[in-house]
């Protein structure tokens, strides 16, 4: 593993953390995916097998557990367009734990602005890391 940090997220009604895991490869992602993917209750429709994956999002909710999302990537896939679209999972993520499901407060261009601020704290806090790391 290159690198495994999480992120606190600020101004939320509980604590929340998305974790970012860098592995060595795309197969130990890939693997890594499966193994975690394997854990959860499925529907019928949601077989994967993760082989054209470099890069995934895991989502939950667990009760006392900061920790929301879980982003996995992997060399040479790291580029920035790649990490901003995994992170915009976790950030959509973040929002329907943060506005727990309602569906009056469903996400649009009228209040999107802490969407957009979670997405960039995300996003600016993976870039650092990836840097203090050396993979960028």
């Not at 197969?27 to 394997?38: D, I, N, T, V």
């Not at 909710?61 to 580029?79: F, G, K, M, Q, Y």
């Not at 469903?106 to 960039?120: H, K, P, Q, V, Y």
């Amino acid at each position: 593993m290159l690198a495994d940090f999480k992120i606190n997220i600020h101004n939320v009604r509980k604590p929340m953390q998305v974790q970012v895991v860098v592995h060595e490869t795309v197969q130990e992602l890939r693997k890594a995916a499966q193994m975690f993917y394997s854990t959860w209750p499925k529907r019928d429709d949601e077989a994967n097998d993760f082989m054209d994956t470099v890069g995934v999002c895991h989502r939950f909710h667990l009760h006392d557990e900061p920790v929301v999302a879980l982003v996995r990537l992997a060399p040479p896939n790291i580029s920035p367009d790649l990490v901003v679209h995994e992170l915009a999972h976790a950030a959509i993520w973040v929002w329907l734990v943060q506005t727990m499901w309602d569906e009056k407060l469903r996400l649009t261009e009228a209040n999107d602005e802490w969407f957009c601020w979670i997405l960039g704290e995300l996003v600016r806090h993976t870039t650092d890391k990836l840097y203090e790391h050396g993979i960028y």
